[in-house]
């Protein structure tokens, strides 16, 4: 038995016309794998987003060639979201709100803080969660 449904969106394909890879995201590197170009952060920096990840050069006898980037990282990213109740002991809900806004991602962990304003209460959720890249 098999099921099919019809893509509403084209299939992204590697096509070998890429030469560089940029951070999308703020996280730390958890691994990364560069078959073509120069790395140029290693496992466990943090990097931010607009960051050069892999360059498109390579040095060949001393001198610097051009060449297109096959890698692939991950970045274990975080988010903050606030939450503004008038009631008291939300963070459950807190929380849920934040994983709704990230239930494409992989989470891995969430921490919820509370802070009494005047007449109401913040809460502040950390959502960690993997964040998978790659070029070629």
């Known amino acids: 038995l098999v099921d099919l449904a019809l893509a509403t969106d084209s299939v992204d394909r590697l096509d070998g016309n890429v030469y560089s890879l940029t951070s999308t995201v703020n996280g730390v590197i958890e691994k990364i794998n560069v078959y073509r170009g120069t790395a140029l952060f290693k496992k466990g920096d943090y990097v931010k987003k607009g960051d050069l990840l892999v360059d498109g050069v390579m040095t060949v006898k001393e001198q610097v060639v051009k060449i297109n980037v096959l890698a692939s990282?991950?970045?274990?990213?975080e988010e903050e979201f606030t939450h503004i109740s008038s009631q008291d002991n939300c963070e459950e809900k807190a929380e849920l709100l934040a994983r709704s806004s990230l239930a494409d991602k992989e989470i891995l962990e969430t921490v919820t803080t509370k802070e009494e304003k005047k007449e109401s209460?913040?809460?502040k959720t950390i959502v960690k969660y993997r964040y998978i890249m790659y070029a070629g």
């Open 121 to 123: 209460f913040v809460y």
């Open 73 to 77: 990282l991950s970045i274990i990213a």
